[in-house]
């Protein structure tokens, strides 16, 4: 029975989609395509079955497109709304870290402000202390261990300190006369730093001004564009004393002008402390010839005499006037063997008619430090030797610094 009903309805599909030719004439040939009952069939099933998809799917979007719009608007919404928040969250975080880091900034500025007064306080003290303890002391040392002594008396009236065990809380419970006190206190060792560096100062200027050059003019040509600066004390907006109390005008100025005076006191002893003061002999010598006009020893007429000779025993140990960097060391045309050394400021030393050379170009010496021995090399009658300094290329009379050097004691 399915076999009939298989045959019916395939001779049905037959009569509906009979076997159909297609023919096609090009050229005077013709060709055809048969298409058969099962490609018309499967066709129209494909057609029918696409059909069918695309009316389910019209139907779907007619009646779910409303839905989907409205579940799109919902998540727009939920993306709006999250991002809103992000951006608030964000907004806070950067609020509070602003917030954070400005209150970290000023508390640092103010511990770095207090700091510095602290730090420029205490080295003030200790310049004090340094220079006069108690009382102003009468022959301060140098940074090399030697002693300045007082070229000029010293202050016979020292400034008295207060006692520093004053127990401020119990000065007052007012806050703003506990900080008047401790400005008081701050005045006090500020006027001690005042009155230790001026009279440490004129000590050192009484001192110098006996080698009769210009002091300011040497100190600045020492520099040569390092070794520069001073305590900077920023005090301006200061959180904790902006309330009524002015420091910018009283401490600011009176630590700027002691700051001022301390790093002219150091200029001046570090010049003290590699300038060529020193005597060039150790050991016994006595001067045979000032710097200055006298009659030459060879050929008996006047002729300029640009150092001081210094006579001793044979080979007696010549010694370097200060500090410095050899610049020469060797023979020089009427010096014989001789020995230059660079102190800087524009100072130039020169050790002639040596025996023998103990140090070479480029060396570093030291005050004190051998050069050579004494001799009578070069134009020289005898054994002595002809010192010779030389500031800016001109010669000097080395009488003159050590005549300075007199107050300068190892």
């Known amino acids: 029975m399915f076999s009939r009903l298989k045959l019916a309805v395939w001779g049905t599909a ?7 030719q297609i ?34 799917s019209t139907v779907s979007v007619a009646f779910h497109g409303q839905a989907l719009a409205a579940k799109d608007a919902e998540i727009e919404r939920e993306r709006i709304n999250l991002n809103r928040m992000v951006a608030e969250a964000q907004a806070s975080e950067a609020t509070a870290y602003s917030f954070m880091e400005s209150r970290m900034e000023e508390f640092d500025r103010a511990a770095y402000e207090f700091q510095m007064r602290h730090e420029t306080l205490s080295q003030l003290v200790e310049f004090a202390e340094q220079l006069s303890g108690n009382e102003m002391a009468p022959s301060p040392a140098l940074a090399d261990d030697r002693v300045l002594m007082a070229a000029t008396p010293a202050d016979p009236t020292p400034r008295m300190a207060r006692d520093p065990l004053v ?12 900080i008047s ?7 006090n060792v500020l006027a001690q730093a005042e009155d230790a560096t001026e ?19 040497v100190v600045s040509s020492g520099h040569d564009g390092e070794e520069q600066g001073g305590p900077y004390i920023p005090i301006n907006d200061t959180p904790l004393f902006s309330d009524g109390w002015d420091l910018e005008a009283e401490f600011s100025s009176r630590i700027t002008r002691v700051a001022a005076r301390m790093l002219e006191v150091e200029e001046l002893e570090r010049f003290i402390e590699t300038g060529p003061l020193g005597i060039p002999v150790d050991a016994a010598y006595r001067r045979t010839s000032p710097f200055g006009v006298r009659l030459d020893p060879f050929n008996r007429r006047a002729t300029q005499h ?15 006037t200060g500090p410095g960097r050899v610049i020469y060391a060797g023979w020089r045309n009427g010096y014989g063997r001789t020995v230059e050394i660079d102190h800087g400021y524009g100072f130039v030393t020169r050790y002639g008619h040596m025996n023998e050379i103990a140090v070479r170009r480029g060396d570093t010496v030291e005050r004190g430090q051998q050069v050579g021995g004494m001799g009578s090399t070069g134009r020289s009658t005898a054994t002595h030797l002809h010192y010779e300094i030389w500031y800016e290329g001109s010669a000097i009379d080395p009488d003159r610094l050590l005549r300075a050097g007199q107050y300068v004691q190892g």
């Open 14 to 20: 037959q009569r509906w989609f009979p076997d159909r």
């Open 23 to 56: 023919y096609h004439r090009s050229d005077g040939q013709v060709r055809y395509f048969a298409i058969s009952t099962a490609v018309q069939i499967s066709a129209l099933l494909s057609a029918a079955v696409l059909a069918c998809w695309l009316c389910y």
């Open 199 to 217: 009279a440490r100062l004129e000590n050192l200027r009484a001192v110098l001004r006996l080698t009769g050059l210009d002091i300011d003019h």
């Open 181 to 187: 006190y401790l400005m008081g206190e701050q005045d």
């Open 167 to 178: 127990n401020i809380a119990a000065l007052s419970e007012s806050p703003e006369d506990q």
């Open 306 to 320: 640009r150092g001081i000779d210094f006579a001793a025993y044979r080979r007696a140990p010549i010694v370097a």
